[in-house]
């Protein structure tokens, strides 16, 4: 089980520093969400974030590609040091070029799939990612109410997976805590990203540790 800070949610001004305390804390990943202002309405980090954090950390940079075009993108966050890039299949007309171009240059590559579009849209793109990324909340804005009917899209996803005997990551990102957190890792999931729930509570540190240590328990009753 793997916890994923999403530092959205994190105080701006000491970016750097909100990092590092996670990684101190434990987390081996860190979640960025690129937002362009076109694909969804909010703007946030650009490569020279993953850049500058790239120097101060040395956990997994997955970074969540929440933009039109999302090829464009490939080159400019690669050199800037991202571990994993996930692009949304809604935002890209021919998203097996693109998961294919994502590794070409080194990358690990993920496919994410807004609440509404279903999971049959996998189905000629197993063998070409390495993370699918199932949303819980409509992709934009950090803070959203968690969709609970994610949950037996989790468990679809999931038991694919296995009938295929593919061996990459299900992640969920939206409205995960100690309540929903839980649950997606019992329907299947191995990432989970989080924001609120850690960088909302008064120690962001200590919030991470219980979170994770809830997230285990409930994988191994999965």
């Given at each position: 089980?793997?916890?994923?800070?999403?530092?959205?949610?994190?105080?701006?001004?000491?970016?750097?520093?909100?990092?590092?305390?996670?990684?101190?804390?434990?987390?081996?990943?860190?979640?960025?969400?690129?937002?362009d202002?076109?694909?969804?309405?909010?703007?946030?980090?650009?490569?020279?974030?993953?850049?500058?954090?790239?120097?101060?950390?040395?956990?997994?940079?997955?970074?969540?590609?929440?933009?039109?075009?999302?090829?464009?993108?490939?080159?400019?966050?690669?050199?800037?040091?991202?571990?994993?890039?996930?692009?949304?299949?809604?935002?890209?007309r021919?998203?097996?070029?693109t998961?294919a171009?994502?590794?070409?240059?080194?990358?690990?590559?993920g496919?994410?799939?807004?609440?509404?579009?279903?999971?049959?849209?996998?189905?000629?793109?197993?063998?070409?990612?390495?993370?699918?990324?199932?949303?819980?909340?409509?992709?934009?804005?950090?803070?959203?109410?968690?969709?609970?009917?994610?949950?037996?899209?989790?468990?679809?996803?999931?038991?694919?997976?296995?009938?295929?005997?593919?061996?990459?990551?299900?992640?969920?990102?939206?409205?995960?805590?100690?309540?929903?957190?839980?649950?997606?890792?019992?329907?299947?999931?191995?990432?989970?990203?989080?924001?609120q729930?850690?960088?909302?509570?008064?120690?962001?540190?200590?919030?991470?540790?219980?979170?994770?240590?809830?997230?285990?328990?409930?994988?191994?009753?999965?």
């Amino acid at each position: 089980m793997i916890l994923a800070p999403s530092l959205l949610a994190a105080p701006l001004a000491d970016l750097g520093k909100a990092a590092q305390d996670m990684e101190e804390a434990g987390a081996t990943w860190l979640h960025l969400d690129i937002m362009d202002g076109h694909f969804v309405p909010n703007l946030t980090f650009g490569p020279g974030t993953v850049r500058d954090l790239k120097g101060k950390v040395q956990a997994f940079l997955d970074v969540h590609l929440m933009v039109e075009d999302p090829a464009f993108w490939i080159e400019p966050f690669a050199q800037a040091g991202a571990d994993l890039l996930t692009i949304h299949i809604e935002a890209d007309r021919h998203p097996q070029r693109t998961l294919a171009a994502i590794r070409k240059r080194g990358l690990q590559a993920g496919l994410a799939l807004s609440p509404a579009t279903h999971e049959s849209v996998l189905e000629y793109l197993w063998d070409d990612v390495d993370l699918i990324l199932l949303m819980t909340v409509n992709p934009g804005f950090a803070g959203q109410a968690f969709l609970p009917p994610v949950l037996e899209k989790i468990r679809r996803v999931k038991a694919q997976a296995e009938a295929r005997g593919w061996r990459g990551y299900i992640q969920v990102d939206g409205g995960v805590d100690e309540r929903t957190g839980p649950l997606c890792a019992e329907a299947g999931a191995g990432v989970l990203v989080a924001g609120q729930a850690i960088f909302g509570h008064p120690d962001p540190k200590a919030a991470f540790r219980n979170l994770l240590r809830r997230l285990k328990g409930a994988d191994d009753r999965g």
